[in-house]
């Protein structure tokens, strides 16, 4: 059985009430957490394209994408869980691991399938919940990963339609 179905929790996949890139989120992290996501993008096989600036590049250890220069080109980790479906990652600080997917490719139960198995992988691997808030709300998440429950669960009601 799927972690969320697709009814239950279509609304929070919708782009006009979530926007187009909501906010995915790990709180409470470290320099080891970013290299252990670095290395389940590895182990997974997913496709992946690391760059700095615009300029793809190898992929370094996460002490040195996290070690540069606060006015330094912005690096960015653009992840492939599944052709069509891009997660782009921006490694700007230790203390939380950020990333954003593009919900118009995260359509009806496959989509919703394939967030749950990404936010699912990465909770799994790091031991820590996951969280997705709408596009600017950060601090209101709506659907995370649950590492006690060990599966993606509603964390709001949708809104009344």
């Known amino acids: 059985m799927p972690d969320l179905l697709w009814d239950d929790a279509k609304d929070f996949f919708d782009p006009d009430?979530?926007?187009?890139?909501?906010?995915?989120?790990?709180?409470?992290?470290?320099?080891?957490?970013?290299?252990a996501v670095f290395d389940l993008v590895r182990a997974k096989g997913w496709t992946w394209e690391y760059s700095v600036g615009g300029v793809p590049g190898p992929l370094p250890p996460a002490t040195e994408v996290l070690s540069r220069p606060a006015d330094a080109e912005t690096a960015d980790l653009r992840v492939w869980p599944v052709p069509e479906v891009?997660?782009?990652f921006r490694p700007m600080s230790a203390d939380e691991i950020d990333f954003d997917v593009d919900l118009?490719?995260?359509?009806?139960?496959?989509?919703?399938?394939t967030l749950c198995g990404?936010?699912?992988?990465?909770?799994?691997?790091l031991g820590k919940p996951v969280a997705m808030a709408a596009e600017g709300d950060y601090g209101n998440p709506v659907l995370g990963f649950d590492p006690v429950a060990d599966r993606v669960v509603l964390l709001a009601d949708p809104p009344l339609s």
Not at 23 to 35: I, N, R
Not at 120 to 125: K, L, W
């Open 17 to 35: 009430l979530m926007g187009t890139l909501p906010d995915v989120s790990v709180a409470g992290t470290s320099v080891e957490d970013w290299q």
């Open 104 to 113: 118009r490719e995260l359509q009806g139960q496959a989509g919703a399938d």
């Open 118 to 125: 990404l936010l699912r992988a990465i909770g799994r691997r």
């Open 86 to 88: 891009l997660a782009i």
